[in-house]
């Protein structure tokens, strides 16, 4: 009796693991779909200064909610982020093959961690099935058990 209650303790403590692990790639996922949408933001935003002409009053974000007005004079280039706080100076072409990259490569992350996620899924439905499986067993073997006497 005391090997069974040893397996149910491992069991339970694999699933709380793999929930805990289940919650992290849930919030992965969220920072994905985030920058996503900020990639979508950003190529719309290029597109648009593609077809600028002259000179143009637009709003800068300064971040919670708060903007600076400033102009934009004609196609410019782009200063684009390449990692570690680094600048790259692109022309707006180069910057939407740029941020496209980011695109595939935040849609091929969202993939992996959406496979992760079904993975840990079917493995916490298994255990749990085997877990019930064993208690049931259990509940059978002390009915027979007490039968008997």
């Given amino acids: 009796m005391a090997t069974i209650a040893k397996g149910q303790e491992e069991r339970i403590l694999i699933m709380q693991l793999l929930r805990q692990r289940f919650e992290e790639l849930r919030s992965q996922a969220v920072l994905v779909e985030k920058g ?20 143009k009053d637009i709003l ?31 022309d707006l072409g180069k910057s939407s093959d740029f941020v496209a990259e980011r695109k595939k490569e935040m849609e091929q992350a969202a993939k992996v961690i959406q496979s992760e996620m079904e993975q840990i899924a079917e493995a916490i439905s298994k255990i749990a099935s085997e877990y019930q499986h064993e208690q049931e067993s259990d509940s059978i073997n002390v009915l027979r058990q007490s039968s008997k006497k």
Avoid: H, W
Wanted: hydrophobic share 40%; with cysteine; net charge negative.
């Fill in 60 to 90: 800068v974000p300064l971040g919670s909610g708060a903007y600076g007005r400033a102009s934009l004079k004609g196609k410019q280039d782009v200063l684009v982020n390449i990692g570690a706080g680094v600048l790259m100076e692109l």
């Fill in 36 to 55: 996503f949408m900020e990639v979508e933001s950003t190529n719309a935003c290029l597109d648009e200064m593609k077809g600028l002409e002259g000179e």
